[in-house]
């Protein structure tokens, strides 16, 4: 990218954050991190300086803290005077039947996976807005269209979630401002607690990376384009 554009992604100290992160830095972009763990992040950033990309710019946060969520765009714009991409990607999941489920447990998911995204997309878009240009991804779940045994608490984050980046795009669309939804089923990451509702073998699920690889083709379409939704799963989940 000739702009040297900047994006800020969330979740970012492994796993599929950390596969985006890496992969928008390999593609020229300046990257600021946010997750709770500074030397998680710090390894991150170290992957990304020894791929060729610039130093990112590390912020701890603890995205079930508001007032630390709020910061995060401010210590963005203060460096780089620009955010032209939000990664909502952190996330937490507790699958289990629903009787054992305990209401911390839900309302941890839903401050991390819904209610931390409101509140930093809403730090992030006055600046897209200011600068007539921005695109916003959020990192959903197929859990987010489709129910199943385990799911009651996280799959009401991302039905909560979906409802949001749609009604999103519709106020923000007319500021050029774009919002997509990536909708993954079975990554080969250490996501979650409980044992997998899919059954689906370590070797055949999705890797981060091809999470990463959806986001950035979404983000350089032609600005008069939005993918808004993107559903990905494995192939075939029951190759032997």
Same mark, same amino acid.
């Given at each position: ?65 508001? %007032? ?20 909502? *990607? ?22 991390? *996976? ?17 600068? %007539?240009?921005?695109?916003?991804? *959020? ?6 269209? *489709?129910?199943? %045994? ?91």
């Amino acid at each position: 990218m000739n702009d040297k554009g900047v994006a800020l992604i969330t979740g970012a100290s492994r796993g599929i954050g950390q596969s985006i992160a890496l992969k928008f830095a390999q593609e020229g972009l300046r990257v600021a991190l946010t997750a709770r763990s500074e030397s998680s992040l710090r390894e991150t950033a170290r992957r990304i300086q020894e791929a060729g990309g610039e130093e990112p710019l590390i912020i701890p946060a603890d995205l079930r803290n508001i %007032k630390q969520i709020t910061e995060i765009a401010k210590r963005v714009v203060s460096k780089w005077g620009k955010i032209d991409v939000l990664v909502n *990607n952190a996330g937490i999941g507790y699958l289990k039947p629903f009787l054992q489920l305990s209401v911390d447990e839900f309302r941890e998911m839903l401050d991390v *996976n819904i209610t931390a995204v409101f509140v930093l997309t809403q730090s992030v878009v006055p600046h897209m807005i200011d600068q %007539k240009t921005g695109t916003i991804i *959020n990192i959903a779940s197929l859990a987010g269209k *489709n129910g199943f %045994k385990t799911g009651t608490g996280y799959g009401a984050s991302k039905w909560a979630l979906r409802g949001f980046a749609q009604s999103l795009m519709l106020e923000v669309r007319e500021h050029d401002i774009r919002v997509v939804t990536i909708f993954p089923g079975s990554v080969d990451t250490r996501f979650g607690s409980g044992e997998s509702p899919t059954g689906t073998p370590p070797a055949n699920k999705m890797q981060a990376g091809d999470i990463a690889q959806a986001a950035f083709t979404a983000y350089i379409m032609p600005p008069r384009t939005m993918v808004s939704e993107i559903d990905m799963r494995p192939s075939n989940p029951r190759k032997s």
